[in-house]
């Protein structure tokens, strides 16, 4: 990940890392609605990356777009960056889904009577869902270096330096 302090990746997914960090076994409605919330986050932090790298003084702004390379590596990291986000809220439905599953049903203010009887569903494996978000994580990092290569890439060619 950049140390750019302009990064809006950074600060999000190293708190939803911090996140995934911490235990979750008898405490599974709270991890996954911390985890959820932090998705969230890391999902607008990704729309706005987007954003920010498709402006005139983006991280695309620096690619040397005369060479085919450049642009076809530039148009694979925009496509995967909608597969980051795709996946982003692919897995905060299912960590939504994780945590319903561990939820109290509403007694709606009647301490007298039974709960309404929540939606029979299978048990979620939290530790798989942690791994995959974790993956996610390291996508987006991944994602990042490769920006950032690419960019670095595009200027030692264009000062010659990389030939």
Known sequence: MSNDRNDPLSAPVSELQQVLAQGFPG????????????????EAALRQHAGLAEA???????????RPTFVRQMNGLRLELNDLLRQVRDLRERVRQARQAFSMSELHGYPDRLPVPVARTAVPHFGELRTEVEDLLCR???????ETRLVLESVTTDIGAGD
């Open 140 to 146: 987006v990092r991944q994602h990042r270096e490769e």
């Open 56 to 66: 005139p003084d983006g991280v695309f702004a620096g690619v040397d777009l005369q």
């Open 27 to 42: 405490r599974e409605r709270d991890w996954a609605e911390r985890v959820a919330a932090g998705l969230s986050v890391v």
